[in-house]
């Protein structure tokens, strides 16, 4: 099935709310999401992850900047293709998307539902329900209607219709806000598995940083801008297309808005020194 690449250029999405005034959610994001990634995007409530998600999946237009998606401009392309795209590149994992299924339905039903609008091509390409469901570990749940599982297994036969159209991109706003530990741990395995099975490109939602931690790359976003990126449990400031820097959280106190600094190089990088309350240099 292979991963898709996914690339932002200084995307700035606004919107305005029915009493007619803007809120700015992204204020000028520069990303790269290499094809086969798994990325995690943390961050607070409100700091636009879902509207990043939201223009990675075609269902907004940026209001400024770019977004692309396999290649292709997402705000160029003509409504039809973005269409294809919605259905055919990118698979959405919505937010209680297990409530979403047919009750009484088993796993496979539920697949093939969900693969309905496949044309013969893509149907002899693809794996049929019961091998996914098996390439995915599901098997066990096979033959059981959805009303007698748990609201984890759900979630999994979700995940399973969700990808069984042969997406590249895989988006899930937190796809386990709702889940118990080991449910939530069975869902980031198969976000695992997918991605080493298919080659599928993942970013995935959460504000658990447990499950930030188990993917190779997290990105924190904060007030619509790309705070800092996770390597390993490692976190790292991003240096934006103007040069800009945020500085951690810990470190804002010491650094208030307007703060003078300097900077001094030294043999293995550069020091950051704030000019003290009577304007010295420190
Ligand atoms: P997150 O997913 O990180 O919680 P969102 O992307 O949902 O953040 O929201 C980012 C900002 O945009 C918030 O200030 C939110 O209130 C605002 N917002 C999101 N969707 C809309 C909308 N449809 N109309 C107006 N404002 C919105
Ligand atoms: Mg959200």
Known sequence: ???VAVRCVNVVQIYTTAGGHDVVALRGVDLD???GEEVALLGPSGSGKSTLLSLFGGVLRPS????LVDGRDISRIREAELGRLRSGTV??????AGRNLLPYASPEENVEFARRALGAAARRRLPGPAELLDRLG????AGRPLAAMSGGERQRVAFASAISSGAGLLLADEPTSQLSHDDRDAMVELVHVVNREFGTTVVLVTHDPEVAARMPRSITIRNGRIGSEGRHGFDFGVVDEDGAVHIPDDL???FPAGTLVQFEETADGVVLRPLDEQGERA
């Open 1 to 3: 099935m292979g991963g």
């Open 33 to 35: 999401i290499r094809p």
């Open 64 to 67: 400024a900047g770019k977004v």
């Open 91 to 96: 698979a959405s994992l919505l937010q209680g």
């Open 138 to 141: 599901l098997g066990g749940l």
């Open 252 to 254: 804002a106190r010491r």
